[in-house]
């Protein structure tokens, strides 16, 4: 796992999603009305299980975010037997959760709210990984993400083992058809290139077709860290892939499922973008139960 993204996970722009999701379930100051008339004080101590309701395995990820909630709460404690990015069997017990059991209660939908966008993400993701393990293809993520939880959600793709793409617009630079297009073609989108460009990030371009492909490999080879192949039939995927063997990595894309991923990854790309780890993956089935 890139440590550099996990670390990420805790770092002040996701204790703030915390700390927004604080507000959004109990106001300020906070407040639970029904905990608060039940149980008035924290003398009543429980023990809680996060289980899956799911009928199929499901990849855990969002330990470190149960981890901050709890400590936001406080006097909360948590024990697990996994870590992220291992397998939850059907009906499996994800974690334990002792302390207060007004605390417990007070935390329950905003735990349960994280947990389960980020297994869902690492469960899809791992699902595009299963499909093509057969080849040497990498699954990548992309921009399509929920606003504010883009380092949360690239960090559930890793625990499904795939791969991340750029974090955003500030880390790499990506020639898209539109920016060709404005710029009168391919040639000139290459020209704007520094030569040195590459000493400052990486360079990702896109193409649509075999005459494009040529123009880069004969005027940007030294300028472009890898093209991306957008939209192509296997037939002409193939073909790319063939002219940049030995030359230039290729990323596959667009309207990529888990009906057409195995064939793109068949033509030999070395990564295949995924939009809809992100952008369409549901919510998993997950349950808290409480003990006295």
């Given amino acids: 796992m890139n440590i550099t993204l996990a ?10 999603l915390i700390d927004l999701a604080f507000i959004e379930d109990l106001s300020l100051p906070y407040c639970d009305q029904t905990t608060a008339l039940l149980f008035p004080t ?21 330990l470190p975010v149960i981890d901050a909630i709890l400590k936001k709460m406080g006097h ?3 024990h697990t ?8 069997p059907p009906g499996g017990t994800l974690l334990t959760l002792t302390g207060p059991a007004q605390n417990l209660l007070m935390v329950e939908r905003i735990m349960l709210n994280f947990l389960q966008r980020l ?3 690492a469960t899809m993701t791992a699902q595009y990984v299963e499909k093509i393990k057969h080849t040497s293809t990498q699954i990548l993520d992309t921009r399509k993400t929920t606003p504010g939880f883009r380092h949360l959600e690239k960090y559930a793709v890793q625990c499904g083992g795939g791969v991340n793409h750029r974090m955003g617009l500030y880390d790499a630079i990506m020639i898209k058809d539109t920016h060709v297009d404005v710029l009168g073609g391919m040639s000139m989108a290459l020209s704007k290139l520094p030569e040195t460009i590459l000493q400052k990030c990486p360079v990702i371009v896109e193409v649509r077709t075999l005459d494009e492909l040529m123009i880069v490999l004969e005027q940007g080879l030294h300028k472009v860290s890898r093209v991306l192949l957008d939209n192509m039939s296997p037939l002409l995927m193939s073909q790319c892939v063939e002219q940049c063997l030995g030359r230039m990595p290729t990323e596959a894309s667009g309207n990529m499922n888990l009906e057409t991923i195995t064939r793109a990854a068949e033509c030999g790309v070395d990564f295949i973008s995924v939009g809809k780890l992100t952008h369409s993956a549901a919510s998993v089935d997950l349950s808290m139960k409480c003990e006295f």
Avoid at 7 to 16: E, G, P
Avoid at 81 to 88: C, E, P, R, V
């Fill in 119 to 121: 297994c869902a993400i």
């Fill in 81 to 88: 037997d996994y870590q992220d990015g291992q397998i939850i």
């Fill in 7 to 16: 670390s990420w996970v805790l770092n002040v722009v996701d204790l703030q």
């Fill in 42 to 62: 924290a003398e009543k101590k429980a023990r809680a299980v996060i289980i899956s309701k799911q009928s199929q395995p499901i990849v855990l990820c969002g």
């Fill in 76 to 78: 909360c404690s948590l």
